[in-house]
């Protein structure tokens, strides 16, 4: 089923025909909105993993409060990380779930709570083999901030490898949801019109644009929305510098910027490592 786009609701709503249209009706929030709204089942990250994200962040929460905050999923995820051979559990086996969060430590329960859950809200999708190169991206960005973020100190390295995970959420959406319209993007691509403004033809908004106003439905921070729906023409209101961090990774792990490119163009931007930083350190980040 082909979903409708702002424009053509615009167009039946006014009695214009698809002829008559012009790409500039509407305003862009109007248009994300009308997008947001068709899509009658669009997933949410569970209640459970907000909560217990949040307890993470918590200095005063315990291993063993996390440990019954978290449901059966989520426990027997941690669980298998704490006994994989990462983590040395090969000759023993961790069956309490709080022992198993004291072994990985409060970082890796995170990073293994939102990635596992952020990719099961979309186990849904009708090609998952289509979406690998996707979520093999989302996966490389969020690897890359975590670290650039704490080279460069930002205060949340949660924050920069979410905004790495979940930045092209909204490309995700038009594939599962926008199916006919994606393919008419795709071909605008495959005749030389630049990606960006190929879905704007289409849809009369981005797949960033899509990506902040879902991240704003999920309740996450503002300053993390603002970063996904900002991710490519920078016009960050909230918070640049995670914004940087975000653009320059995925500019990074697009292969449109070197490493050195990348720490340059944080030098223009006035952003400065510490001097006495050493590549061997990123291990504390990881």
């Known amino acids: 089923m082909r979903l409708e786009t702002p424009l053509d609701l615009a167009g039946r709503n006014m009695g214009i025909t698809a002829s008559e249209k012009s790409p500039s009706q509407g305003k862009k929030k109007t248009a994300i909105d009308q997008v947001i709204q068709q899509i009658e089942h669009l997933p949410t990250l569970p209640q459970v993993v907000m909560r217990v994200l949040a307890m993470a962040e918590s200095p005063r929460v315990s291993a063993i409060e996390l440990a019954k905050a978290m449901d059966q999923s989520l426990a027997a995820k941690v669980l298998k990380m704490a006994n994989s051979a990462y983590y040395g559990g090969r000759g023993r086996n961790i069956s309490s779930i709080h022992q198993a969060i004291m072994l990985v430590g409060f970082e890796a329960v995170k990073e293994i709570i939102l990635t596992t859950s952020f990719f099961h809200?979309?186990?849904?999708?009708?090609?998952?083999?289509?979406?690998?190169?996707?979520?093999?991206?989302?996966?490389?960005?969020?690897?890359?901030?975590?670290?650039?973020?704490?080279?460069?100190?930002?205060?949340?390295?949660?924050?920069?490898?979410?905004?790495?995970?979940?930045?092209?959420?909204?490309?995700?959406?038009?594939?599962?949801?926008?199916?006919?319209?994606?393919?008419?993007?795709?071909?605008?691509?495959?005749?030389?019109?630049?990606?960006?403004?190929?879905?704007?033809?289409?849809?009369?908004?981005?797949?960033?644009?899509?990506?902040?106003?879902?991240?704003?439905?999920?309740?996450?921070?503002?300053?993390?929305?603002?970063?996904?729906?900002?991710?490519?023409?920078?016009?960050?209101?909230?918070?640049?510098?995670?914004?940087?961090?975000?653009?320059?990774?995925?500019?990074?792990?697009?292969?449109?910027?070197?490493?050195?490119?990348?720490?340059?163009?944080?030098?223009?931007?006035?952003?400065?490592?510490?001097?006495?930083?050493?590549?061997?350190?990123?291990?504390?980040?990881?």
């Not at 460069?152 to 905004?163: C, T, V």
């Not at 495959?190 to 704003?216: C, F, N, P, S």
């Not at 449109?256 to 490119?261: D, H, V, Y």
């Open 121 to 286: 809200t979309f186990h849904d999708a009708q090609d998952v083999q289509a979406l690998q190169p996707l979520w093999q991206h989302y996966l490389e960005c969020a690897m890359i901030a975590k670290p650039t973020a704490w080279m460069y100190r930002y205060d949340s390295l949660d924050e920069a490898y979410l905004s790495g995970l979940t930045h092209d959420i909204g490309m995700l959406v038009i594939q599962q949801y926008f199916s006919d319209q994606c393919r008419e993007i795709e071909k605008k691509r495959e005749l030389g019109r630049e990606w960006l403004q190929a879905e704007r033809d289409v849809l009369e908004l981005t797949h960033a644009d899509i990506g902040g106003k879902i991240a704003e439905r999920w309740g996450f921070p503002a300053n993390l929305a603002d970063s996904i729906a900002h991710h490519h023409d920078c016009g960050w209101t909230v918070n640049p510098v995670l914004g940087k961090i975000l653009h320059y990774a995925d500019q990074y792990i697009s292969g449109k910027l070197s490493f050195p490119s990348m720490l340059e163009a944080f030098k223009q931007e006035g952003m400065n490592f510490p001097a006495t930083w050493d590549s061997s350190d990123l291990s504390s980040a990881e």
